[in-house]
Nanobody, 115 residues
């Protein structure tokens, strides 16, 4: 049984930081590309950041220089360090495990940026 579970969301003030974590089980983690996506109210789900099996990263322009994606293959986890958060970052953040035509999603973790 495959599990993808996000954690680390919460309420933070503008300019603050959060670190999201995603743990997986039931898959061979190191052969999956991993990604973080987000969905704000009334908007479509959008890509935030991805990391390949070899550690190559990609970021949406809106988060470049503020967010950092990383992975720990020994722990079957992927992380998203989010700094200098703004209200526009408010969304549900989803973790994705991707291997060509196979995709696994978590249930999401809420991030709210507000004063």
């Amino acid at each position: 049984q495959v599990q993808v579970v996000e954690s680390g969301g919460g309420l933070v003030q503008p300019g603050g930081s959060l670190r999201l974590s995603c743990r997986t089980s039931g898959i061979i983690f190191e052969i999956y590309a991993m990604g973080w996506y987000r969905q704000a109210p009334g908007k479509q789900r959008e890509l935030v950041a991805t990391i390949t099996t070899t550690g190559t990263t990609h970021y949406d322009d809106s988060v470049k220089g503020r967010f950092t994606i990383s992975r720990d293959n020994a722990k079957n986890r992927v992380y998203l360090q989010m700094n200098n958060l703004t209200p526009e970052d408010t969304a549900i953040y989803y973790c994705n495990a991707d291997r060509v035509i196979i995709h696994y999603w978590g249930q999401g973790t809420q991030v709210t940026v507000s004063s």
